[in-house]
């Protein structure tokens, strides 16, 4: 079963498991990502930092105290002190034992299922670097450019030199900067970079701001929901694509 959710003949609206799914599983855990999976979506969110020893791991936050039994930053700790610690007790005691996974084991197990959308999270200079040739080992530079097609590849990030470095090294793949509000400055930057895709907070976007964006051939989709189904509607009805969403089933079946 595909992710995108067709609403009319017209439009569709893609629905990004964010973290897979993170809101029955522990966050970008392979059992986040398998219940994603199991749910009928293909188009998944995770996001990727560096170890001490300058290994990819799967991570969102700069620090383990939240995710994990262990504290500190995950740039200062090694991959064989992050390999010990518990990823899924935090969630739930039934999750105790998951683990943070490597970029390359998440990607041995789902390059070939998944519509990756790769958030370079962290701004450490050598990341994209660190990231590429594990996907190009996988295929991924070469899966299909058409932005919800599963499998393939989206990177994103935050931060505009990352996604500056990582289309020097990456030029063939997707790329989008996820920022607060879509600025007519930001499309000429966007543009200047040859992103594919500017991504808004669902509470910013707008349809005019998503027309402008259009209009200078850049997509959007949105993230930012929450918890807030208000938030997933307004997302929809600015004419976005798609959006990342902690909740997937449930934003699938309020959209339909």
Known sequence: MSSNYQFNELRQFTIIAHRGDSASAPENTF???????????DNVELDVQLTSD????????????????GTGPVSEI??????????GGWKDPAFKGERIRTLEEVLERYADKLRLHLELKSREQGLAEKVAPLL?????????????????LTITSF?????????????EVRHGWLLN???PTDLKLADQIGLAGIYPKASFATPESVLAAN????????????DSEDALQMAFDSGATGTTVDWPDRAREMLA
């Open 31 to 41: 059992t986040s990502f398998d219940l994603a999976i199991e749910k009928g979506f």
């Open 54 to 69: 300058g290994v990819p791991v799967v991570i969102h936050d700069a620090t383990l105290d939240r995710t994990t039994d």
């Open 78 to 87: 090694s991959l064989a002190d992050i390999r010990r610690l518990d990823a």
């Open 136 to 152: 190009r080992a996988h295929g991924l530079l070469d899966s299909s450019p058409l932005e919800y097609e599963a499998p393939g």
């Open 159 to 171: 931060a505009i030199e990352q996604l500056f470095r990582s289309r020097q090294v990456m030029p």
């Open 181 to 183: 509000a879509i600025t």
């Open 215 to 226: 209009e200078a051939r850049l997509s959007v989709r949105c993230w930012g929901i929450g």
